[in-house]
Structures are given as structure tokens and as C-alpha cells.
């Protein structure tokens, strides 16, 4: 099993989730507002919109479906910015 996690801005959410349900993946957990610091510097959730916070999304998947869907996770990201890591997982119950 195969762990994707992918931090983005919340205004391309929808896109990334219609990206991943093209390709059969229906099941995620979505965590809105997160923060960090990284190469941009302090990003942060705005109180009053969520137009400069980040979310965070992950997916448990098989290795041929993470296989099918790299491609276009990576076109996802080079066109709208974001990160995506990949690590194996073990499922315990």
C-alpha cells in the first residue's frame, strides 16, 4: 500500500479532487486551514476566507493505483503549485 499525501492552495481543492475521482479514487481526508513554513516562507489560513490557507489531503491506494495516477498528480502540482509525498503504508486494521 501506497500513502499519498499532497498539501495545496484551498482554491484548487476541487480540482485535485475531481482529478483523483477521474481515476477511481473516491476515498480521502481532506484537513483544511493547515499551516506551515517552507521555501514561501510562514503560510497561514486567513480568519475571515480560506482564499490563502492550505489543505491537506491524503489516500491510501494500491501500488498499481498510485502507479496510474503519479502522472497526473505531478502535471496537478506543476501547474498549480503544491507538495506531494509518497510513502509506503501498512494498513493495521
Given amino acids: 500500500m501506497k500513502k ?7 482554491t484548487y481543492t476541487n480540482r485535485l479532487l475531481e482529478l483523483l475521482k477521474g481515476n477511481g479514487i473516491t476515498a480521502y481526508t ?3 486551514g493547515v499551516e506551515g513554513y517552507g521555501g514561501h516562507g510562514l503560510k497561514s489560513s ?5 482564499v490563502f490557507s492550505n ?6 491506494c494500491t501500488q498499481d493505483r498510485l502507479f496510474n495516477i503519479k502522472d497526473d498528480i505531478k ?8 507538495k506531494c509525498i509518497v510513502s509506503d503504508a501498512e494498513i493495521l486494521i
Avoid: W
Fill in 4 to 10: 499519498i499525501e499532497i498539501i495545496l492552495e484551498s
Fill in 55 to 60: 489543505n491537506y489531503i491524503f489516500i491510501v
Fill in 75 to 82: 502535471s496537478f502540482i506543476k501547474k498549480y503549485g503544491g
Fill in 30 to 32: 481532506l484537513i483544511k
Fill in 46 to 50: 486567513d480568519d475571515v476566507t480560506d
